[in-house]
């Protein structure tokens, strides 16, 4: 289907960093870069989608594939490619975020997964669990945690930390992996587990230099 002027430079912009890079950017990178709104590449992006140009994918509907002329996606680099949805406190909490930022590209022998989504870690109170500030935690979707496992909690329907799960008769404990650190204890009510961190990526781009929980 033939395409306005605007939407073929974003759809060759679009070529070109996942050509370049191996992945696609965030709708606000890309506005960035091409000078335009936020909003603009949004109502861009949803008019391609329209015209079979990309498709969204995933849990999230955010990671995106370029399908040039309505055919197979582009392949890209040797990978999957997992949403990085937001920034996770891993010491104070901060409020969850659940934006797409951009994709991240993993090994899929290493992280098999379906629905995995990936969040980038502030931070130091998981140091000692190798989790440190700046890397990025791939993530298993899940509402429910065994005792010790590393998880992605949302506190009082606002904040999200990285945190061991520990289930008690009349209380939930977030528990850090650095005695610098308190444990935090909450009643049930206000602890979602929204999944469980199955493994770390640490790098600039993060692509391939990750470890397995």
Do not use: S
């Given at each position: 289907m033939e395409l306005t002027a605007r939407q073929q430079q974003l759809f060759s912009?679009?070529?070109?960093?996942?050509?370049?890079?191996?992945r696609v950017p965030s709708l606000r990178q890309a506005a960035a870069d091409l000078g335009v709104s936020h909003t603009a590449v949004a109502q861009l992006m949803q008019q391609l989608e329209k015209k079979g140009m990309v498709a969204r994918q995933g849990r999230y509907g955010r990671s995106i594939r370029l399908l040039p002329g309505g055919g197979e996606p582009m392949p890209c680099r040797t990978g999957r490619e997992v949403p990085l949805v937001g920034r996770i406190a891993a010491g104070l909490p901060?409020?969850?975020?659940?934006?797409?930022?951009?994709?991240?590209?993993?090994?899929?022998?290493?992280?098999?997964?379906?629905?995995?989504?990936?969040?980038r870690v502030k931070g130091q109170s998981m140091r000692?669990?190798?989790?440190?500030?700046?890397?990025?935690?791939?993530?298993?979707?899940r509402q429910y945690a065994e005792n010790g496992?590393?998880?992605?909690?949302?506190?009082?329907?606002?904040e999200a930390t990285v945190k061991r799960f520990f289930l008690y008769s009349d209380h939930i404990e977030l528990r850090p992996a650095n005695e610098a650190y308190e444990v935090m204890c909450y009643?049930?009510?206000?602890?979602?587990?929204?999944?469980?961190?199955?493994?770390?990526?640490?790098?600039?781009?993060?692509?391939?230099?990750?470890?397995?929980?």
């Open positions: 912009y679009l070529r070109q960093r996942l050509e370049g890079e191996g901060m409020y969850a975020q659940q934006e797409w930022q951009e994709t991240i590209v993993v090994d899929p022998l290493m992280f098999p997964g379906d629905n995995l989504f990936a969040l000692d669990a190798g989790i440190l500030d700046g890397d990025v935690v791939l993530c298993e979707p496992e590393i998880v992605v909690a949302l506190v009082k329907n606002e009643p049930f009510g206000e602890v979602l587990v929204q999944g469980k961190v199955v493994g770390v990526l640490r790098g600039r781009h993060a692509e391939f230099d990750g470890k397995r929980l």
